[in-house]
């Protein structure tokens, strides 16, 4: 759980420090979607429990970064309105999300949604975080397949 804890850090702080407020953010898509994968991938290797409540929450991110509201505040009332997702609620996988989606909540207190360039930034990082998270994922392998192609996964041990 530790670890977690300071793996986490480094990467918010990374993004909260780049760019300005006066000028597009030195933040990509990219950036937010490989910090929040980093995260999610070890998470999930140190708790394997939380795979499946951050299975529901990933698509409720995704629907939120294809909408108009990208507010953290909104994503948060639709994944606690989420019964599947509440059922597989468990410490390490609340820890896990609120640290991957602190990053982009982060971003979202620091440039805010003033007008209609920052709502283009932030859509692009909330894509980032969706995308993140599900590569973040262990892939699923269906009913009755005994192995699935082996993936090449970073570990962070």
Do not use: H
Not at 31 to 43: E, M, N
Not at 58 to 81: D, M, W
Request: hydrophobic residues 45%; charged residues 15%; positive net charge.
């Amino acid at each position: 759980m530790k670890n977690i804890q300071r793996w986490f850090a480094p990467l918010c702080l990374l993004a909260l420090l780049t760019g300005c407020a006066s000028t597009p953010p030195a933040v990509t898509q990219a950036t937010v979607r490989t910090a929040v994968q980093l995260g999610v991938t070890f998470g999930v290797d140190q708790s394997p429990e939380a795979i499946p409540y951050l299975r529901y929450a990933a698509p409720v991110v995704c629907e939120a970064a294809k909408g108009t509201n990208v507010s953290p505040e909104f994503v948060i009332e639709r994944l606690q309105n989420n019964a599947q997702a509440e059922q597989f609620k468990n410490p390490q996988a609340i820890l896990i999300f609120n640290s991957a989606f602190g990053i982009y909540s982060g971003l979202y207190e620091t440039y805010g949604a003033g007008g209609v360039q920052e709502q283009t930034w932030l859509r692009a990082w909330l894509t980032g975080t969706c995308e993140g998270m599900l590569l973040g994922l262990p892939p699923v392998i269906a009913p009755g397949v005994t192995s699935a192609k082996p993936v090449v996964r970073a570990r962070l041990r």
